[in-house]
């Protein structure tokens, strides 16, 4: 297995998983990588993170096709969660004479993830010379977790911040100009969607803490999925701004479940309704859309609609189990409503509006239900709701 050059004295020697197809929950249809790094200097040789434990030897060979591993002087760690991380005591092990750093909370978080390994504390007055290069570092808590840290080498300006700017995508090609820059910015928005969007402040100051820094990254090289270079790099950094400053567009998105198809026809109708004012928007039912992409539709959107019929005087478990999802993406200053049919009982908008509001969605006026199968006129009438949802999202 072949490293790829990334820039000048730094090779990609990570790992592609083709077959991951669900990660934390949500779907990854096109897998994934794990994303390591190889920097040469002329005295030294770093590794920047590691795999996932299953994939070490795939590391390994890369690596050995740069350098002996057992010439390594150094390991960074930038992220102690498993799939960057699990492969670390195995990869010690093939490079017995590295020094091992992490942040303050890294060096906790390696301790207590594999039962007291002692690694060093590395921080942002410290730098790493390689001869020729050197490593540079900045603590980034809660991009995502609290050990988070990013890594630079000014010599070549190219920035490794793990999980920031990455994507769940595996592909022969090392980089988003390869496998197209739009594909490439699909996979980073549902990537921040489902991973990073409840961390939005905390990655906005990391963006800006690169700047105060006087790093200038022309090569961004994630963790996870491809690297971003020229064009390709403007358009991530511009998606990122964005989604970190919570920029929302007049967009709806429709989300619900069905049993009998009632909800179903309500959806459809309040979409129409939507649409029919000019503001764009999006239908998912919630058994058969991919959560990951109703959230990734979900993130520049300035409504969210959600319905479902009731079922033991509550809401079917799909449509509880998306606002679980959302609680802990915590999707701010967006505005919301509740619909859906029911029979002989009710409860189910009732529970939606209740738990939307907890979730800080600004409700707007009231849910729509409708008793068992609605008629033409009933129809008509959530369309005229969803315009009126409309009209709402556009004044927002």
């Excluded at 990660?23 to 002329?42: D, I, K, Q």
């Excluded at 093939?94 to 301790?111: I, L």
């Excluded at 403007?234 to 619900?256: C, F, I, P, Q």
């Amino acid at each position: 297995m072949r490293s790829v050059p990334v820039s000048d004295g730094i090779s990609w020697v990570g790992a592609i998983d083709w077959n991951l197809r669900d990660f934390h929950g949500y779907e990854t249809p096109r897998g994934t990588t794990y994303n390591a790094y190889l920097v040469v200097g002329s005295d030294k040789v770093a590794l920047i993170d590691t795999v996932k434990a299953p994939f070490v030897d795939e590391l390994l060979e890369r690596v050995s096709d740069v350098v002996d591993p057992s010439k390594v002087d150094l390991i960074v760690v930038n992220h102690v969660e498993p799939d960057h991380n699990s492969g670390l005591p195995a990869v010690m092990a093939a490079m017995p004479n590295a020094r091992v750093v992490a942040s303050a909370s890294g060096v906790k978080g390696v301790a207590d993830y594999h039962g007291g390994l002692v690694v060093e504390p590395v921080g942002a007055d410290e730098v790493i010379d390689l001869g020729g290069r050197t490593l540079r570092f900045l603590p980034m808590p809660m991009v995502h977790w609290p050990d988070s840290m990013f890594t630079y080498c000014p010599e070549v300006t190219t920035l490794m911040p793990n999980d920031a700017f990455g994507q769940h995508m595996a592909s022969a090609e090392r980089f988003a100009d390869e496998v197209g820059t739009d594909l490439a910015l699909e996979e980073l928005g549902i990537y921040y969607a489902n991973i990073l969007m409840g961390l939005s402040t905390a990655v906005g100051k990391s963006v800006a803490k690169i700047a105060e820094a006087g790093w200038a990254p022309s090569v961004i090289a994630p963790s996870h999925g491809v690297i971003w270079r020229g064009d390709a790099l403007a358009a991530a950094h511009e998606a990122y701004g964005r989604w970190t400053s919570n920029t929302l567009r007049d967009k709806v998105v429709v989300a619900y479940g069905t049993m009998w198809g009632s909800t179903d026809a309500l959806a459809r109708r309040i979409a129409d309704g939507v649409a029919s004012e000019g503001v764009e928007v999006s239908l998912h039912d919630l058994a058969v859309s991919q959560i990951a992409t109703i959230t990734h539709d979900l993130l520049e959107a300035k409504g969210l609609l959600l319905g479902s019929p009731t079922l033991h005087r509550a809401m079917v478990f799909r449509v509880a189990g998306y606002l679980q999802w959302l609680s802990g993406l915590k999707p701010a200053g967006r505005l919301g409503g509740a619909f859906g049919s029911y029979g002989w009982s009710s409860g189910a908008v009732e529970q939606i509006s209740e738990r939307m509001t907890a979730l800080g969605f600004t409700m707007v006026g009231e849910p729509y239900k409708q008793k068992y199968r609605p008629t033409e006129d009933e129809l008509a009438a959530a369309f005229e709701w969803g315009r009126e949802f409309a009209r709402a999202v556009k004044g927002a």
